[in-house]
């Protein structure tokens, strides 16, 4: 069995060495590496969707246009998994490294496609890099960063949106009409070099290799404390929590295995354990050396990410098709999803129940309902406002600065007491926005109302996101961070695609498929459109954002009695 690549030593450091902010000498390389790589991606998302309607007449597959972007969730679905599985494994470098090498291979093979199946497979593959990388990414913060620090680096991830989100589309129109089409495809992947080279070598130092398992620690903490009294009456330096090292923090020296084990030893000089009597600080006794080996890769959840990927692009073909030969894919879809999401979201979720369950499921309500919302706006200010696409575009720009200012918001240590309201009041901003969002349906309303609404919106957005990151991690032991960050964005992605399937068919069902003819014809033939098909999608998106605003109320798990009686003893109550 193959061993893993980690260098000979490893010295892990002691929490609080070095923190001195995201940006400080410490986290600086790394920090500025990972939201670079957030930048290029947030760069793709905004610039790929100006050029796609050009790319996709050029390649004569208009009628495959839905395809281009569901395909890309759906193999982000799988790719979300994996990473998960990856990263627990063997740490998130390699899913990084080959995440990234993906999303940028997708791009090359949709900017030089001849014809738009081959374009749509790049979107696919694009995907699936897309996936394996936002997964990573969550891993490298919550094993790199101590939690106090993880707060302001998912503020940062917001912020890297706030220029693409205005720059992006602009950027893309110039150079699609310049330019051509391929050029926004093939451009992106040349800066992918500077993040990977500023953020690979921190990321194999910081938080490479499998995770240290929290049980295991805890059980070599308890033996160092029952030695320590036994040998002295004391525990050693660190045990009790009030100083020294935390546990995970030492030395990692690597040895070879038994011959022909293929496998190697792993010692760890911890400070959790005494030193013999008399010893010096230098003498302190070795873990014992334990093999190492990969575990194998979880197969029964691999087969689950192929049905929820599968199952998810059913249920988005049937949406685009509403004859009664739809219902096969759509119940083949169905069958698909179910076991695959309950296997792959935590016990409990569908019920918001108490805790991570209901931190994933909030995820998914806030995510889905906004974007599902968001993905119409524009058609509606084109269609019934008589807007060009590039200002109905522009009007959702200023939610960028609004996103990243309220992850700012939560970041600060001031407000982590209050995170829960803070996510509560940022659901009910995402439910008035989304139910705002239509009443430019009725001519005296002003069109900037819409711009207005969507910037308190993507404030909500960015107090919920960024928290339920933070919590997730939170809740999450250090080698079970992958796995339950694949589920977060699961959840995100899954109800993306389910939110927007059910949007798309009500649309469809009320005369959207005339609108979305008339968004290429005049503003006047456009502006006869009926309405109704628009205020099907808003309102239910906003009733959905209204349940999210319930599930913020479950996200922390309920405390003992005993535990909250002792609180309010203490004056901490509430």
Known sequence: MATLETPD??????????????????????????????????????????????AARDLDGVALYAFAFSGYFTTSLFGMVLAGQWSDRDGPLVSLTVGIGAFAAGLLLSGTAAGMW???????????GGGLVIVALY?????????????????AFAAAWVVP?????????????????????LGIPALVGIPLALALPQIRQRAGGPAAQGEEMGERKGRAEEAGRAAGGATAPGCDGAAGSDPGTGTLTRTAGPAG?????????????????????????????????????????IRLAFGIAFGAGLLQYAAQDLRPLSLLPALAGVALLVPAVRGLLPHGTWRAARGLPAVVLLRG????SFVAAESFVPLMLVTQRGLSPTLAGLSLAAGGATWALGSWVQARPRVEPYRE???????VLVAAAVATAPSVLIPAVPVWTVAVAWAFGCFGMGLVVASTSVLLLQLSAPHEAGTNSAALQISDALCNVLLLAFGGAAFAALGGGAMAHAATGTAAGAQGSHSAAFAAVFLPMAAVALIGAWVTTRVRERRPAAALGHGLGHGHGG
């Not at 400070?271 to 890769?297: K, S």
């Open 165 to 185: 989100s205005v720059v992006g589309p602009l950027a893309a129109g110039a150079v699609t009409e310049h330019l051509g089409w391929r050029w926004v495809f």
């Open 365 to 368: 309500v806030a995510a889905g």
């Open 139 to 155: 891993v490298v913060v919550g094993r790199a960063y101590p939690e106090r620090l993880r707060p302001a680096i998912m503020a």
């Open 118 to 128: 081959v374009f749509v497979l790049g979107r696919a593959v694009q995907g699936l």
């Open 261 to 301: 084990t293929g496998t190697s030893r792993l010692t760890r000089t911890d400070p959790l354990t005494p030193a013999p009597l008399g010893a010096g600080p230098l003498d302190r006794a070795p873990l014992a050396a334990e093999p190492l080996r990969r575990a194998p890769l979880d197969r029964r959840r």
């Open 421 to 427: 309201r803070l996510m509560f009041l940022g659901m």
């Open 9 to 54: 030593v490893v010295t892990v450091p002691a929490e609080g060495e070095g923190e001195d902010g995201v940006l400080g000498r410490a986290y600086r390389a790394l920090s500025i590496g990972i939201v670079s790589v957030v930048l290029v991606i947030a760069f793709e998302a905004t610039a790929v969707g100006t050029a796609m309607p050009v």
